[in-house]
Nanobody, 126 residues
Framework: VQLQASGGGLVQAGGSLRLSCAAS????????MGWFRQAPGKEREFVAA????????HVASSVEGRFTISRDNAKDRMYLQMNSLKPEDTAVYYC????????????????????WGQGTLVTVSS
C-alpha cells in the first residue's frame, strides 16, 4: 500500500488547511488510519486517528477543537481539516495506515502502523 499526503503549504496563524491522504489500494478501507507530525528537531508525534469505519476518532490534546480527522472509504482517502492554526503546528505531516484490521479501534501509536506516506510540510507564520 502506498500513501500520498498532500495539501500542505504556508499559512498565517489563525488560518486553515486541509490535508489529504490518498491510498493506492482498496484494502485501506479496512485499515485504521492516522496522522502524525514531526517538527524540526523534535520527535514524531501523534496528531489524530480514525478507525476503519470512520465512526471513531481521537485527536491529540494539543489540536483538540481545532483539527478534525475524517475519511472517505469510497475514495480510499483520509483527511485532516486544520483550523485556527498556530506557529507551533509547523511540521511535516505524515499519514499512516495499518494492515486490514478486524477490530473497530483507533490506533494512536506510531508502532501500530504498517504503511507511511512521504509527508507534507505545513508552515504556519506568526
Amino acid at each position: 500500500v502506498q500513501l500520498q499526503a498532500s495539501g500542505g503549504g504556508l499559512v498565517q496563524a489563525g488560518g486553515s488547511l486541509r490535508l489529504s491522504c490518498a491510498a493506492s489500494a482498496r484494502t485501506v478501507s479496512s485499515s485504521a488510519m492516522g496522522w502524525f507530525r514531526q517538527a524540526p528537531g523534535k520527535e514524531r508525534e501523534f496528531v489524530a486517528a480514525i478507525n476503519w469505519g470512520g465512526g471513531s476518532t481521537h485527536v491529540a490534546s494539543s489540536v483538540e477543537g481545532r483539527f478534525t480527522i475524517s475519511r472517505d472509504n469510497a475514495k480510499d482517502r483520509m483527511y485532516l481539516q486544520m483550523n485556527s492554526l498556530k506557529p507551533e503546528d509547523t511540521a511535516v505531516y505524515y499519514c499512516a495506515a495499518t494492515r486490514p484490521v478486524v477490530h473497530n479501534l483507533v490506533v494512536i501509536t506510531a508502532r501500530g502502523y504498517d504503511y507511511w506516506g512521504q509527508g507534507t510540510l505545513v508552515t504556519v507564520s506568526s
